[in-house]
């Protein structure tokens, strides 16, 4: 069977962990290939709400293995408190999780550069999640990080270790008037983590490809969204890696042939947390209601997210990078009561009709949404097995955007639970 990719469409928080828990029960490997603990997925299983950060949302499913990948960036103590957490409540997870040697490691000095780094007034503020994310990716990029392979080697990760930690005291004091950290507390956490850990630490490259080459189906789970891809995306106010399918291949050392049928998840309206342009944004009633009715607080740091409606420009241009071959579309069930339901149809750039999505970052910040009102409905979706039971509103709602986006739902998203799930075709 071919591989699949599941990629957040917009700015995150589309409700992908839902989805990937729905279809890992199909698939024989789930795959993390970018981003970090900066990811927050909600899933809800029998009422019982799970967070990952760093585990691929398949770990729930007995017997799926689960890989985290090369592009990935490592907290290593955030890892070994979800793998306590999961089998503190009797999952076995040590026997079916594989995490790429190659991966880098969040230090905690990344940690403590980020945070330093947002709390200062000079430079632009990104509202990161404070994960240490873009400094752990820097240090890849300038080739000084440390990998999973190092973390588990004590003598390597104390060579590494002292090479950075000078440099990375300096810049803490120096620039930051911060607190500088010690080498020996440093070590120490580190070695008995790489201990922990080491049993997991394998080439998941070669893992993968021959997993693929042997006809397993691998699913591959995006973090963050399409708009918060480091070079596709509302720079600077993005992640620091590529947050959609054209990161899997280098983020998981697969051929891009074998990344498969892609489906992009988007919610029937859309959020973002953290800075950076939003031009479908709202700040009324309306966006005090899709807060509310959507729980629309970060899973990692539980700041309010912003709120708008469904954008058109914005979609398209996600779908028309990824090569979408099917939309999923989460959270129609928060759309009901809503008498009105807008979707940013266009946008206008100094009174100009603007046929693509501005990717320069501050002609996206001028841009006025065109907004078409569409009939809202009263009925609750929660209950909805199939696309003839939504109200006809609802429906013409999903028909509308797909046209526009020019991509056809595969997946519809009524209520947080695994049931309430709308599947056009067998996933
Ligand atoms: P970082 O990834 O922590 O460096 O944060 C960079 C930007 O990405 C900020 O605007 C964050 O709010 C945003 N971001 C990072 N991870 C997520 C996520 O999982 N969902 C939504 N936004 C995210």
Known sequence: MPATSVIGAQWGDEGKGKIIDLIADKADVVVRFQGGANAGH?????????VFHLL??????AGKLNVIGNGVVI???QLLAEIDEFEGGGLRLMDRLKVSGAAHCVMPYHKAIDRLQEGTKAGVRIGTTGRGIGPAYADKAYRSGIRMWDLID???LRARLRANLDVKNRVITGAYDGEALDFEEVFQAAREQGRRLAPLVTDTGHLLRSLLARGQHV????AQGVLLDLDHGTYPFVTSSNSDTLGISAGAGVPPAAIGRQLGVMKAYCTRVGDGPF??????AAAERLREGGSEFGATTGRPRRCGWFDVPAARYAAQLC???GLVITKLDVLSGLRHIGVVVGYELDGVPLEEFPVDTPRLERVKPVVDLFPGWKEKL?????????PPACQAFVDEICARVGVPWEILSVGPGRESTIVRSAT
């Open 75 to 77: 907290d290593s103590e």
């Open 42 to 50: 909600t899933v809800i299983v029998e009422g019982r709400k799970h």
């Open 382 to 390: 929660t209950g909805a097995r199939s696309f003839d039971e939504l």
């Open 279 to 284: 031009p479908s944004e709202l700040n009324d």
């Open 323 to 325: 090569g979408f071959d």
């Open 219 to 222: 699913f591959f789970e995006g």
């Open 56 to 61: 691929p949302s398949g770990v729930l499913h």
């Open 154 to 156: 004590e003598e390597r």
